[in-house]
């Protein structure tokens, strides 16, 4: 495996921001799959390789997994701040696709992540379903209005939300997991198969029944996984493999 680590400036961030890439070490030839692995709010690009066994699964699949660097934007493009998600989901794959030489197939490429990088897998594959084969969300953020309307959101993370979603935190379609999952069924067109994983004593439990509830309702392909654990790295580093089954063996 090659471990990459990449420095580069963003036109659409208009900032130098860091990728972190795991890779199959041979080169020239396209790889055969994609994931694109998102961290959470209180990470950053280089934290799913330093606290999970992630290489050892690229390794296993021979996968490319790149992991970039959002911050705390809930990738999205923010009211105050920078365009994470046009980020994410365009300058990122067009600058990793030329870099890296990565198959262009859409069914062979993935996007994940762990609670606001959950949100953000989500939003990609329900916006670009042409984009992403499959989805998967980790402990995440499945209902965005109902987290940004928690009375016991503390006053800092309360302006972060309003510089990411606007001073009155209303949330837009195109910010909301439903009504983007709702939107692909009514355009009968391509779906992207989707598995949320979440412990039973994580804080968004009940967010991720709820989603899965209304999920299983659809025509979706559509998998929930719950399972003992809370909203941290034993739970994710377990259900790393629950991902790479769904991704690679269904």
């Known amino acids: 495996m090659a471990h990459i680590t990449i420095e580069t400036g963003s036109p659409t961030l208009c900032m130098t921001t860091s990728i972190h890439v795991v890779s199959p070490a041979e080169s020239g030839n396209p790889s055969g799959s994609t994931l694109y692995l998102l961290h959470g709010a209180g990470d950053n690009a280089s934290t799913w390789q ?25 990738y999205t493009d923010m009211v105050y701040g920078l365009n994470y998600f046009h980020y994410i989901t365009q300058e990122l794959p067009e600058f990793c696709s030329r870099l890296l030489h990565l198959n262009p197939d859409p069914d062979n490429i993935f996007v994940a992540g762990l609670s606001m990088g959950g949100y953000g897998a989500l939003k990609c594959a329900l916006t670009y379903p042409d984009r992403y084969a499959k989805a998967v969300s980790l402990s995440g953020v499945t209902d965005i209005q109902k987290r940004l309307l928690d009375p016991q959101m503390p006053p800092g993370m309360l ?45 968004f439990i009940e967010m991720n029944r709820d989603f899965a509830e209304y999920m299983q309702s659809t025509s979706f392909d559509f998998r929930y996984v719950e399972g003992p654990g809370t909203h941290d790295w034993i739970f994710w580093e377990e259900h790393l493999k629950t991902t790479f089954d769904f991704l690679f063996n269904d």
């Open 50 to 74: 330093r606290l999970t066994t992630i290489e050892q699964y690229a390794q296993r699949y021979g996968c490319t997994v790149i992991m970039p660097e959002a911050n705390r934007s809930y």
């Open 159 to 203: 302006k972060e939300m309003q510089a990411v979603f606007g001073r009155d935190l209303k949330v837009t379609p195109e910010q909301d997991i439903y009504a983007l999952a709702a939107r692909r069924l009514e355009e009968s067109g391509k779906l992207p198969s989707v598995l949320c994983c979440c412990g039973s004593s994580d804080p």
